[in-house]
């Protein structure tokens, strides 16, 4: 579950791009769970109004040109080391039980 309203703009956003929020919420966490030290990145790019499930391994190589970051999930060794060692798909269904929604849909607007 989300605190996103139903008929939010992202919401149908997601829904428009992926089929469904499950299908999106899937993809998201399949790309951090599947890959090495990095970040999983929800951008929506104005121009063609989609948004794109992202992998960036370096902070500085690999971002969309003119998209919006409107989610980060941090899987590098530090983000969950320390609190989850090796278990990093419980530390990402921790991180979607906090994200704050309300905020990453204002980044959309």
Do not use: Q
């Amino acid at each position: 579950g989300t605190n996103l309203a139903e008929d939010s703009g992202l919401r149908e956003a997601i829904v428009k791009e992926w089929g469904s929020w499950e299908m999106w919420e899937k993809d998201f966490k399949a790309m951090g769970a599947m890959r090495g030290i990095g970040w999983t990145i929800l951008y929506y790019d104005k121009e063609a109004e989609r948004l794109f499930n992202v992998w960036i391994n370096e902070h500085d190589l690999g971002h969309l040109a003119g998209c919006k970051v409107l989610l980060v999930l941090d899987v590098f060794e530090h983000a969950y080391m320390l609190d989850y060692g090796l278990k990093r798909a419980e530390y990402i269904e921790a991180f979607f039980n906090v994200i704050d929604w309300p905020v990453v849909e204002k980044r959309l607007k």
